[in-house]
């Protein structure tokens, strides 16, 4: 009969090391772009009256339209709001959601080359800074593509 504790002793640390490594291949748990928002999406003083962690519940109506781009049978959305109702945040959320659980093409489009630039700096370069998901997932910029939006 083995002695188990002499097997915990010898292999314990290796199959300790197994674990932890095999970890990083465990696919992100299933969430829907809200419950990703809700958990992860930290937003920033640049860009927000509310910094700090992005919050449904000071704007519920947001839920639904972020959590139907990953339904299938929805072919398009329509958002009609007043401005300044959580639009850009909706599509923030939904882009960090696509970059940190389920990466794939995306494209992102405003109306002018002038106002995907500021988008891309004043928006989605502090997001990315400051939500540590989209921080370990987007690549640094090195000083040679600063200007690159």
Same mark, same amino acid.
């Given at each position: 009969?083995?002695?188990?504790?002499?097997?915990?002793?010898?292999?314990?640390?290796?199959?300790?090391?197994?674990?932890?490594?095999?970890?990083?291949?465990?696919?992100?748990?299933?969430?829907?772009?809200?419950?990703?928002?809700?958990?992860?999406?930290?937003?920033?003083?640049?860009?927000?009256?509310?910094?700090?962690?992005?919050?449904?519940? !000071? *704007? +519920?109506?947001? %839920?639904?339209?972020?959590?139907?781009? /990953?339904?299938? =049978?929805?072919?398009?959305?329509?958002?009609?709001?007043?401005?300044?109702?959580?639009?850009?945040?909706?599509?923030?959320?939904?882009?960090?959601?696509?970059?940190?659980?389920?990466?794939?093409?995306?494209?992102?489009?405003?109306?002018?080359?002038?106002?995907?630039?500021?988008?891309?700096?004043?928006? !989605? *370069? +502090?997001?990315? %800074?400051?939500?540590?998901?989209?921080? /370990?997932?987007? =690549?640094?910029?090195?000083?040679?593509?600063?200007?690159?939006?």
């Amino acid at each position: 009969m083995p002695d188990y504790r002499k097997l915990i002793l010898q292999f314990g640390p290796t199959i300790a090391s197994l674990n932890k490594n095999f970890k990083v291949w465990q696919p992100p748990p299933r969430l829907t772009v809200s419950e990703w928002a809700e958990r992860h999406r930290i937003l920033s003083s640049e860009s927000s009256a509310r910094a700090g962690m992005f919050r449904l519940a !000071l *704007a +519920p109506y947001q %839920r639904e339209p972020m959590n139907s781009v /990953k339904d299938s =049978s929805v072919q398009s959305i329509t958002l009609m709001w007043a401005s300044q109702t959580g639009k850009t945040e909706c599509i923030n959320n939904i882009v960090a959601y696509f970059i940190c659980q389920d990466p794939s093409p995306i494209l992102c489009i405003q109306p002018t080359l002038e106002m995907a630039d500021t988008w891309s700096k004043d928006r !989605l *370069a +502090p997001m990315i %800074r400051d939500t540590p998901q989209l921080n /370990k997932a987007v =690549s640094p910029t090195k000083a040679r593509d600063s200007g690159n939006t």
